[in-house]
């Protein structure tokens, strides 16, 4: 028998937890407890569409509060869960309370890394992770016309866009010598860096933030100095410089930790009535025999199924090749696959790359490990069946447009 069900934390995963449970035809208790005012609701808005005023508010909830009443999901927010009882099979929570479990889902999601310069805590030097802060963001960007965003990650590329949409003058300080370097390497990075130059972006490559300057007030950011002694004034700043696992839970619990609560692939820990899934989970991944850790949208919606089937008794691994999309000015981009610890030893592009219309392909030992496509759309299936075929692609067929890729698998 299943039991009751507590799920920690009310992300895209947490949410999805408890309506795959029901789906599954749980029928005993599930208990969500979740930080924060808010329902649980999906971030990638956050730094695009709500960002820029054009999706309503109401667009961005999983659900809302009737369907959990319906579905007899009790939910509890502002409540943070501080413990994790193994042997008692509890969940504590910061008033002490004790909730009890049969299962339990840890669904606590990422934090994003902090800014650890002198003045990283003026006031103005802001970060993007809950509806909260795009809220406050959106008004600062209506109320701002200098901002600096750093880091060139795909949130602070997106937040640049925002910015850019909202009139205002951006500049993005990326450390590497292109933004989305580590992602995607120099070329394909390079559509990326083209295209925001192309929107006035002020781009400062290979640059590091050594101190974000006060204002007169001094109280308020004024600018940021970077290592080479240049401040580049700022009313505001936006910090995207990545996003840590909170994984204090199942650490202090003492479960295995290592960038992420290791689980296997159907998703649990070393007690099997712990499981863990979305950002914080290094599930072990059947395809591709090793464990991977996976901070993307895609896969805090998909991983819940396997989660809910676990504790229903079914055996479904999770198999999903990872998969994410960004969207910029007109831009839209989708990636799927896993380059690995391995690396890759080829780029072939499909297209055009100063349209940018194109299927970029990374490869190792002429075998696709990942695909992205850009301002092309209905290939992520194909190029999935490329990914799993393994096959040993010819890459003068894979480049040629008059090639369909569905040929290739
Ligand atoms: C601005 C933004 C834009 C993004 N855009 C994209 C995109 O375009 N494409 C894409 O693929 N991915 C995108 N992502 C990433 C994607 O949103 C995440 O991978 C996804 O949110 C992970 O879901 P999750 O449920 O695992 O964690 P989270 O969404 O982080 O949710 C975790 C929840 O648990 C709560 N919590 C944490 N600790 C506790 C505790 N101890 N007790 C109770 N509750 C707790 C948190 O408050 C939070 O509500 C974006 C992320 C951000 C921040």
Request: with cysteine; aromatic share 6%; charged share 25%.
């Amino acid at each position: 028998m299943a039991g009751r069900v507590v799920v920690v934390g009310g992300g895209l995963a947490g949410a999805k937890t408890v309506e795959a449970l029901r789906d599954g035809g749980h029928d005993d208790g599930i208990l969500l407890l979740k930080l924060g005012t808010d329902l649980p609701y999906e971030r990638p808005p956050l730094s695009k569409g709500y960002l820029q005023g054009a999706d309503e508010r109401s667009s961005v909830f999983v659900h809302d509060a009737a369907w959990y009443a319906e579905h007899d999901v009790e939910v509890r927010l502002g409540v943070q869960a501080t413990a994790l009882d193994l042997p008692g099979r509890d969940v504590i929570d910061t008033s002490g309370l004790r909730h009890g479990y049969d299962h339990v889902v840890l669904a606590t999601g990422s934090a994003p890394r902090r800014l650890d310069v002198p003045g990283g805590d003026l006031r103005g030097v802001v970060y993007l992770r809950t509806l909260d802060d795009s809220d406050r963001l959106r008004a600062a960007l209506g109320a701002t016309s200098r901002v600096v965003v750093i880091g060139g990650g795909w949130i602070g590329l997106e937040v640049a866009a925002a910015a850019r949409a909202a009139d205002c003058q951006v500049a993005v300080v990326v450390r590497d010598r292109a933004p989305l370097l580590g992602v995607l390497g120099d070329r394909l990075a390079g559509v990326f860096a083209d295209l925001h130059r192309a929107h006035d972006v002020d781009l400062r490559t290979s640059a590091d933030v050594v101190r974000v300057v006060a204002s007169g007030d001094g109280a308020h950011v004024g600018g940021v100095e970077l290592a080479d002694g240049e401040i580049l004034p700022a009313d505001l700043v936006v910090v995207g410089i990545g996003a840590t696992p909170r994984v204090g839970l199942a650490r202090d619990a003492g479960l295995a930790v290592e960038d992420g609560v290791l689980v296997d692939a159907h998703l649990r820990t070393a007690d099997p009535r712990v499981l863990a899934v979305g950002d914080i989970a290094r599930a072990a991944h059947p395809f591709y025999g090793t464990h991977v850790r996976v901070e993307h949208w895609a896969n805090a919606l998909n991983q819940p199924t396997t989660a809910a089937a676990t504790i229903l008794g079914r055996d479904e691994p999770y198999d999903e090749l990872p998969y994410f999309f960004t969207d910029q000015y007109d831009l839209g981009m989708e990636y799927v696959g896993w380059i690995g610890p391995g690396g890759y030893d080829e780029v072939v592009v499909r297209g055009d790359l100063e349209g940018p219309e194109l299927v970029a392909f990374w490869l190792r030992e002429g075998r696709v490990l990942a695909g992205m496509n850009v301002n092309v759309w209905d290939v992520v299936d194909d190029v999935r069946a490329l990914i799993r075929s393994r096959a040993q692609v010819d890459t003068t067929a894979l480049a040629d447009t008059s090639v369909p890729l569905a040929d290739l698998a």
